[in-house]
């Protein structure tokens, strides 16, 4: 019996060994982690996660954004850890954050907000879930559980792509379950309140992303396809959420002219947003050979040579190379076979077959000879021609073990990039923007729509970025949002 205790009281004060008091929650939290380490995890999924993912670039923008998340942060239960705010280069309708105080908002959602509040609640929320250490708690109760890309989570299936690795936890973007939203949302609105903002914009959003979730509704029901579940900040609300409405509201009242809603500032800020996919993009040191006619992706920031006898991508620090050659083909051979006989070799390491634009080819890794034999091979076919792709590390990292491997899928991505040239590859693309103009006697949704090409449903995407779904006209004055 009197071991017993002993493990007890072992068990004990190691529990509280791990406690950590939350200064969100105002109590402890049994969590084996210590904030230092929280704010390292953050960092290290922040540097992968900006690395595969598109970052919106715009300097007064990325400013804005930064300024009113850092005013949110600065009235939050943490004001002392560092924050950083990212406008993520994405049309989906989403935000989420990561642990140590990093929080990200798509460009997609900043389209169809309406005001600075509105854009604080979205940020104070993202805030919230930080401050209540929500990845710390629920990696704690997970015991360890992870995923090897939070990204495609992350997008809920948008044009954005990337594999971000062995990251933490998909909890940071899928969502942490009822009671963990709902504690943010009670943070988020006591840090509006704090920071001057109006509470009760944590409500204008969640009706906006409800009539985005009928409008996806009702277009899966008339295309006869499966709706695509939604994931994003604010999900697990329903449209009159008691709950919800009663957290805002135990944030406090403000007088009325003590309410920051700045909803003209915000259409200043915002006015040329990129609306839809950004065909900018997809170009980021794109190759295309017009001769051939053929386009190629080289890793962002790699100098691209066209020499005499390749094209080559240089790494700016010099430490690997992709190298293209083009060779007539033998037209009896299959790829696989081109490409050993190109490096007279019988068998490939962590080959396969490749398969992409109506293309074949082969990959493989060449058995270790010697300092100039490249890392990684390909070959590809493309009409009377066969192109030959070396991947080479020239150095690796000190103390990076992994960076071979980091390097290897820098070449896989740009040899399954490799495509037949497109009208769009020559074309400038047309990107197109949100502008703000005012309504007069005549406007309505219908006939704006007719000169946007927005696509089919034109008219309900214009209702969306006003606020008018399903139904209603705009007034002779105000300011609409219009896509040029």
């Known amino acids: 019996m009197q071991t017993l205790h002993k493990m007890l009281a072992t068990a004990v004060i190691a529990a509280i060994a791990g406690c950590a008091f939350n200064p969100a929650t105002n109590r402890p939290d049994l969590v084996l982690m210590s904030e230092s380490r929280e704010i390292e995890i953050g960092r290290e999924m922040h ?13 007064v923008l990325n400013a804005y954004v930064e300024h009113v998340g850092q005013k949110v942060a600065a009235a939050s239960d943490r004001p002392d850890l560092e924050y950083h705010f990212t406008i993520i280069d994405s049309q989906d309708i989403n935000a989420f954050a990561l642990p140590g105080g990093y929080v990200y ?3 997609g959602l900043l389209t169809y907000l309406h005001s600075e509040a509105e854009m604080a609640a979205v940020l104070a929320h993202e805030v919230g879930h930080i401050t209540a250490r929500h990845a710390v708690r629920q990696k704690t109760a997970a015991t360890g559980a992870g995923v090897a890309s939070v990204l495609s989570v992350l997008v809920t299936g948008s044009g954005v792509v990337g594999d971000v690795a062995n990251l933490w936890t998909t909890a940071a973007v899928k969502g942490y379950g009822r009671d963990m939203e709902l504690e943010a949302d009670r943070f988020g609105a006591q840090y509006m309140y704090n920071a001057g903002y109006d509470p009760q914009a944590i409500i204008n959003v969640i009706a906006l992303l409800k009539d985005q979730e009928t409008f996806s509704r009702r ?74 006619g053929f386009s190629l992706l080289f890793p962002e920031g790699w100098k691209v040579e066209n020499q005499r006898a390749a094209i080559v991508g240089i790494a700016p620090d010099n430490s690997a190379t992709i190298t293209l050659k083009v060779d007539r083909r033998n037209s009896n051979q299959p790829p696989d076979m081109a490409l050993r006989e190109t490096y007279d070799v019988r068998s490939l390491e962590q080959d396969e077959q490749l398969q992409q634009y109506r293309l074949q080819g082969h ?16 070959v590809i076919f493309y009409g009377s021609r066969q192109y030959v792709f070396e991947g080479k590390i020239n150095k690796l990292p000190e103390g990076e073990e992994k960076a071979g491997e980091e390097y290897d899928n820098l070449f896989l991505t740009s ?13 400038q693309p047309n990107i197109k923007r949100v502008r703000y103009v005012k309504a007069n006697e005549k406007t309505t949704f219908a006939s704006l729509a007719r000169h946007m090409e927005i696509g089919e449903y034109a008219e309900e995407q214009l209702r969306l970025l006003n606020g008018y779904f399903p139904r209603g006209e705009p007034k002779p004055g105000e300011w609409i949002k219009i896509v040029q």
Not at 267 to 278: A, H, I, M, P, S
């Open 219 to 292: 277009r899966a029901r008339v295309e006869g396809k499966k709706q695509q579940t939604y994931h994003g900040v604010f999900s697990s609300h329903p449209r009159n959420d008691i709950r919800l409405k009663e957290a805002v509201a135990a944030a406090g009242e403000l007088p009325e002219d003590k309410k920051v809603t700045k909803v003209e500032y915000y259409r200043e800020k915002t006015d040329g947003l990129v609306y839809g996919q950004n065909a900018r993009q997809s170009e980021k040191n794109r190759y295309n050979h017009k001769r051939l």
């Open 363 to 378: 990959t493989g890794k060449l058995p270790k000879a010697g300092s100039e034999t490249p890392d990684r091979v390909a």
């Open 105 to 107: 908002i798509n460009r």
């Open 47 to 59: 540097q992968k996660l900006v690395k595969s993912t598109p970052i919106y670039n715009d300097p």
């Open 415 to 427: 040899i399954r990039s490799f495509r037949p040239l497109r009208k769009s590859d020559i074309i």
